[in-house]
């Protein structure tokens, strides 16, 4: 019967996106899930499509329907988080950035959002007619349920992954199938750790404690600090985070998570979408202790905070001398999005024995090669406040780590010129001195 009912939805690319309109909102791509088929099979009627919105984000590989389309009049891309190519449109007019706090995602879908199609692809149908949603579970459910039309490209290089709930999606609620044969997952390769990035995760690493559960973010900073932990003597750690990457493969392999502490979903390692290597991918095939949730369970702080010993690494591109952070714009240029980083800010703090971590290098380098400071006395005019000044709790350079929680303006401004470049440092305090936020005994 389900494969009756397999084989009356099954259709090429082109039939199944015939169900697009002029005008729809379409669910799409999130990272390394794109159905390049269905993708492909769209920019061929771009001619006959207006004003067409498509949503996704973190995309790791190129949208044909996009590329195809210079003016933005058929298409345009909108992302949930801004990857290096969806900058590029961004500054084209082509890409414009939904701003989110992600646990919140699959509600502004629910409640607030025109959802028209979803057409995403996944992993091939059990016997029991379910598609595991596979290496991104994130929204996806949520969309679903929106959608006038559901288009699944199948792809049998897809990990079938284990869930929580709402990981997978059943043959019921497909309206049209697309067999897509092995097409690979696009890979993002661990960003090399440099000495910069080594020195701020020697920082952090004294604060973990065994049995904790750790949230990694993704860069350079992250993966030196799974590095460590994988050759550290720490034992018994969790794994609750939003993105699963390959550095949490590596403490698996080198026996540090056992997940045996975790106060919830004991002895699994819970995340809402993956994004690295072959390696990472191999290793979430039919991987019993994973769990795959959608990210309003992922990434809840009323959830996580549940958590005992939550430890939150998260990376910034400027912070001023009152604690607030900015972590997805260059000034008004958009870089990235605000993507979890407040969600595990706030859930690691209110986690029993839970830590938070806002790591960055003291220094950045412009296109003319002028060191600038990363912290600064105001942030840069038109940058997002990614983490207001209350939530943020430790701050970590190359020069040391700070505890902001309960600092009052002027022993802020002390605390992050402390761990600022040396270089800046008396810069910096002649602009607290202007902000009114230097204490005349302060060091």
């Known amino acids: 019967m389900i494969r009756e009912e397999y084989q009356k939805k099954c259709v090429t690319a082109d039939e199944a996106v015939k169900v697009i309109r002029s005008g729809d909102w379409v669910e799409f791509a999130w990272a390394a899930s794109v159905a390049g088929l269905l993708d492909e099979a769209l920019a061929r009627r771009k001619d006959e499509l207006y004003d067409v919105n498509l949503r996704g984000g973190v995309l790791l590989t190129p949208l044909a329907c996009i590329e195809s389309d210079p003016t933005g009049e058929h298409f345009t891309w909108n992302s949930w988080h801004l990857g290096g190519r969806e900058r590029k449109w961004a500054q084209k007019g082509l890409a414009y950035y939904i701003p989110l706090k992600y646990s919140e995602l699959p509600r502004y879908i629910r409640e607030n959002l025109q ?67 092995h097409r690979g997952l696009p890979v993002l390769p661990s960003a090399p750790a440099s000495e910069i990035d080594r020195q701020i995760a020697a920082y952090v690493l004294p604060e973990i404690k065994d049995g904790a559960c750790i949230q990694l973010g993704i860069g350079g900073m992250p993966n030196a600090l799974g590095q460590m932990i994988a050759e550290s ?111 595990f800010v706030e859930a690691a703090y209110h986690s029993k024995g839970g830590k938070s971590f806002i790591c960055l290098p003291s220094t950045f380098k412009d296109k003319q090669g002028t060191v600038h400071s990363r912290i600064k006395g105001l942030l840069t005019l038109g940058a997002t406040v990614t983490d207001t000044r209350p939530t943020v709790q430790f701050v970590v350079t190359e020069y040391g780590k700070v505890n902001l929680k309960g600092l009052s303006t002027w022993q802020r401004a002390e605390a992050l010129i402390s761990i600022a470049h040396p270089d800046f440092r008396e810069g910096l305090i002649e602009e607290a001195k202007k902000l009114g936020i230097w204490r005349k005994k302060s060091k």
Do not use: W
């Open 115 to 181: 959802t028209d199609v979803v057409a995403i692809q996944v992993a091939p149908m059990d016997e029991h007619g379910y598609f595991s949603f596979g290496v991104t579970v994130s929204h996806y459910a949520a969309a679903i349920e929106k959608a006038r039309n559901v288009i699944v490209e199948v792809n049998e290089d897809m990990p079938r992954v284990h869930g929580g709930y709402d990981h997978m999606v059943h043959i019921s609620k497909v309206d049209y199938i697309v067999e897509g044969g």
């Open 233 to 343: 003597d720490l034992k018994d750690l969790g794994i609750h985070t939003e993105m699963l990457v390959d550095g949490f493969v590596d403490m698996v392999e080198a026996g540090k998570v056992t997940g045996r502490c975790k106060n919830l979903d004991r002895g699994r390692m819970v995340y809402s979408f993956a994004a690295g290597t072959q390696k990472l991918y191999d290793f979430m095939r039919d991987n019993p202790s994973l769990a795959g949730y959608p990210v309003d369970y992922s990434n809840l702080p009323f959830i996580a905070s549940q958590i005992d010993q939550l430890i939150s690494i998260n990376s910034a591109l400027e912070i001023d001398l009152t604690g607030q952070v900015c972590s997805e714009s260059a000034g008004p240029n958009i870089i990235s999005g605000a993507g979890g980083q407040l969600d």
